[in-house]
């Protein structure tokens, strides 16, 4: 049997918890130290795993402990400078979503990746999701028939932020889902949003992602809404497909619904024919998606496979969510997205 990988974690504020817990419980991987400018943080990892090493110092993290890999769950306008250590120190290397706040420095850490040949992943928790990994598996059934597009909305009232706007904050989630889900990358996009809480962050946005292969998608994200709401709708040619992440169970309801062409012994000019069709709740087993995520690093880690949410992925998503912000300051004007690394 493979011996664990052993790990390090930079950041046990908001986030970094969930992954230490799924580490810890994992007989893969071996959680050797903590890193944390917070002697609080620190205290508190310390109180729930005495067995692991502290340390306020990224350096001595990298450099004094023997290390293969280092989760990265700190705020996002420091995941560039820590994934660049991280990957010179030959680490491999799973950074949260997003990976980024800029695409060129979202290109560099790839870039680094490669030449270093290190593993780097970023935490793109949907694609892990049960739910999700059965749709995918549906649509490249053909059961749905053609995706058409589809919508997907995360909504509540509240956390609002004020060093990030909601699309930035909420829909990293909803941005991979639909790239993961589709296959491809979108040509361009536009989107419109309001800053109704603090001025100049947006609280409210509504984007259109467009795609190469005709298709479409709108995702809607708000800290400002009575419903706490975490939906997908996808439409395709032959049904139609609703996954709510709120259901406990029921999560996903397929429709046998759609339009068919009239009947062709029907006099010219008679209406399309609509199709009301059973409605099937699958039944799908459910586990927890951050366990499977942080399973799949610690296998790519070890093996050399690429990631699922690889660097490439992580890049995608910035590289839209650089273009919503941008359609937003253009009034909703589309803005082309840039492919390639």
Known sequence: MSAPVRVGVVGFG???????RNLDKLGDAELVVACDLSEENLAKLKALYPYVETTS???VMLYDYDLDAVVVATSAPSHYAIATKVIAAGKHCFVEKPLTLKSSES???VLAADAAGVTLMVGHLMEYHSA????????ASGELGDVLYLYMQRLNLGK????ENAFWSLAPHDVSIVLYLLGETPDYVSANGAAYITPGVHDTVFANLHFPSGRMANIHVSWLDPH???KL?????????VFDDMQATEKIWIYDRGVGAPDAALAYGEDLSLRFGEIKVPWIPMKEPLAFEVQHFLDCSRSGETPRSDGRDGLRVVRVLEA??????AGGSPVETSVGV
């Open 132 to 139: 999700i990994d059965w749709i995918k598996d549906y649509l």
């Open 57 to 59: 110092d990224l350096d």
């Open 14 to 20: 908001y986030w970094g918890p969930n992954l230490v």
């Open 160 to 163: 609002v932020r004020t060093e």
């Open 228 to 230: 706490k709401t975490r």
């Open 324 to 329: 919503v912000d941008e359609s937003m300051e």
């Open 107 to 109: 290109e560099a850490l």
């Open 233 to 241: 709708t996808v439409v395709g040619t032959k049904k139609m497909l």
